[in-house]
């Protein structure tokens, strides 16, 4: 049922958002498309919820597009321009996980192929597990790539090293990943929910102003020149000076104890 294609929950401040479908290692359908995006649009409005996880239920975080759902999208005999109007659409996934003023931490639990390492690379934060294994995939089945993933392995590893990730489509596991700047931390499997889940509350409990401007300033700099950016730092760094936790910060720095953000 596509009510059980996602599975969601908050606790404290901390969203996490499970991909359902472990039977199809948790491939991309469009119910579970809508469903995501329609989660993810509601939190980002949400002031209860200050960090987002997302991560996959069963072996996989996520195996890429649903195969099988793409031949019946070909049989439907929708128009090349309904269809690229439709991928749009729901590649918002991935402009969520982005650009949403909240921090987004993915848990990669098992494989992160194609779609699915799209999705991932593009949360602010990657914990993987030691058994997870990566790749881009589109190759094998005569794809080009989509959900970012050509724009976010060209920022992260490089462009000569994106290329020959998209041309090979190589698995490659958690370790490399790590080597290549795609990850964060690579933990045992066995406590990578409780090591996602304390990065996820410490952060929760941050400067969420903060936060904001920091996730929003790191990924203009791709795009913008240096004085660009020294302006845009002028304006955000004041603006944290002027938010009630700014002021907290200072007394604990003061009165030399730790500080107690409330995100406002």
């Known amino acids: 049922m596509a009510e059980d294609l996602i599975l969601t929950s908050i606790e404290g401040r901390v969203a996490t ?10 491939a991309l359908s469009p119910e579970l498309l809508t469903r995501s995006i329609e989660t993810l649009t509601q939190w980002e409005a949400d002031p209860k919820v200050a960090v ?22 070909t049989a439907a005999q929708r128009s090349l321009e309904e269809r690229i109007d439709w991928l749009r659409r729901v590649q918002n996934l991935s402009i969520l996980l982005h650009q949403m003023p909240k921090v ?6 098992g494989f992160a192929m194609g779609a699915g390492l799209g999705i991932c690379l593009a949360c602010d934060l990657r914990i993987a597990s030691d058994q997870a294994k ?18 976010l392995l060209t920022r992260y590893a490089g462009a000569p090293k994106a290329k020959e990730l998209l041309f090979t489509a190589d698995a490659f596991d958690a370790t490399e990943a790590l080597r290549l700047g795609l990850l964060n931390r690579v933990v045992p499997a066995d406590s990578l929910a409780a090591e996602t889940r304390a ?40 603006r944290c000076g002027q938010t009630e936790d700014h002021q907290e910060g200072v007394q604990a720095f003061l009165e030399k104890r730790a500080p107690n953000f409330r995100g406002q």
Request: charged share 20%; glycine share 12%.
């Open 134 to 151: 990566f790749g881009t995939a589109y190759a094998k089945v005569g794809y080009g790539g989509d959900f970012g993933v050509t724009w």
């Open 17 to 26: 958002l499970t991909l359902n479908r472990p039977d199809r290692l948790n």
């Open 52 to 73: 987002v996880v997302v991560t996959g239920a069963g072996r996989a975080f996520c195996a890429g597009g649903d195969i099988g759902g793409m031949a019946q999208e």
């Open 104 to 109: 987004t931490i993915d848990s990669v639990n």
């Open 199 to 238: 990065l996820a509350v410490r952060l929760a409990a941050g400067p969420l102003v903060s936060y904001r401007y920091m996730k929003a300033n790191v990924n203009m700099a791709a795009t913008v020149d240096f004085r660009t950016m020294i302006d845009r730092e002028a304006e955000t760094h004041l």
